[in-house]
């Protein structure tokens, strides 16, 4: 069911209850002080938002501009009762989000329809959110695939480096041993595979930390950096 704020003074309130009420598909909250409208939008989602006309100007308008510093961008569905040549407060007001305007004096059909309108938006904005949401999902989940098949591939790539230069030292330990190289031969071939495998294992090092580093994200695909090896 969605929710919409009703934004009016107290003597109009009674004529837009009655109106709500055979609304089955809303649910309405009012208020008639724009600081306590504001307050319930700081803690509460909103889908629609109806500002009356028994409002001070300059109060429906500082409120639709503090209310857009809340809502953040969201293009909620803003609907104004307004006189009919209050052009220029109606341009003001579209600069502040308002979506839509119902004239005064107000045809009960009329803000009806344009309700439903707003109701239909909002459930096309949010179920296209949905969708977006879930192909963002999948592109994640695609996204680690990819990866963990790289580091896997790459961790292969070390741990055959390690293996390799481990074997070397070995066969040269035995050369020594049959007494086909010389102990200083032996010293520098074993320092020279003990820096190979230690660069693996800083390269294997290096690797993790950058995967550490994409597991403590909390951001977008967009903005994950290309994972990066050394060489």
Same mark, same amino acid.
């Given at each position: 069911? =969605?929710?919409?704020?009703?934004?009016?003074?107290?003597?109009?309130? !009674?004529?837009?209850?009655?109106?709500?009420?055979?609304?089955?598909?809303?649910?309405?909250?009012?208020f008639h002080h724009?600081?306590?409208?504001?307050?319930?939008?700081?803690?509460?989602?909103?889908?629609?938002?109806?500002?009356?006309?028994?409002?001070?100007?300059?109060?429906?308008?500082?409120?639709?501009?503090?209310?857009?510093?809340?809502?953040?961008?969201?293009?909620?569905?803003?609907?104004?009762?307004?006189?009919?040549?209050? !052009?220029?407060?109606?341009?003001?007001?579209?600069?502040?989000?308002?979506?839509?305007?119902?004239?005064?004096?107000?045809? =009960?059909?009329?803000?009806?329809?344009?309700?439903?309108?707003?109701?239909?938006?909002?459930?096309?904005?949010?179920?296209?959110?949905?969708?977006?949401?879930?192909?963002?999902?999948? =592109?994640?989940?695609?996204?680690?695939?990819?990866?963990?098949?790289?580091?896997?591939?790459?961790?292969?790539?070390?741990?055959?480096?390690?293996?390799?230069?481990?074997?070397?030292?070995?066969?040269?330990?035995?050369?020594?041993?049959? =007494? !086909?190289?010389?102990?200083?031969?032996?010293k520098s071939d074993?320092?020279?595979?003990?820096?190979?495998?230690?660069?693996?294992?800083v390269k294997g090092?290096?690797?993790?930390?950058?995967?550490?580093?994409?597991?403590?994200?909390?951001?977008?695909?967009?903005?994950?950096?290309?994972?990066?090896?050394?060489?």
């Amino acid at each position: 069911m =969605q929710k919409l704020l009703v934004l009016e003074n107290e003597s109009n309130h !009674l004529f837009l209850e009655k109106l709500m009420a055979k609304m089955d598909f809303l649910s309405p909250i009012f208020f008639h002080h724009s600081s306590d409208a504001l307050d319930w939008c700081l803690a509460n989602p909103v889908d629609i938002v109806l500002i009356g006309c028994r409002l001070p100007i300059a109060t429906s308008l500082d409120f639709l501009a503090d209310l857009q510093r809340i809502l953040n961008n969201q293009n909620i569905p803003i609907i104004m009762i307004a006189s009919q040549g209050a !052009l220029e407060i109606k341009l003001r007001a579209l600069e502040l989000g308002v979506t839509d305007f119902v004239s005064v004096p107000v045809e =009960q059909m009329e803000l009806v329809m344009r309700i439903k309108n707003a109701v239909k938006f909002r459930l096309n904005q949010k179920n296209y959110l949905l969708a977006q949401n879930r192909i963002h999902e999948l =592109q994640k989940l695609e996204f680690m695939d990819c990866l963990t098949a790289g580091v896997a591939h790459e961790f292969n790539n070390i741990l055959y480096i390690i293996g390799g230069y481990t074997d070397l030292t070995a066969l040269t330990i035995e050369d020594m041993d049959n =007494q !086909l190289i010389s102990i200083d031969e032996l010293k520098s071939d074993v320092l020279s595979n003990s820096e190979k495998i230690n660069r693996a294992v800083v390269k294997g090092k290096t690797l993790v930390e950058q995967m550490l580093a994409y597991c403590r994200r909390d951001e977008t695909l967009g903005d994950l950096p290309p994972l990066n090896v050394i060489k």
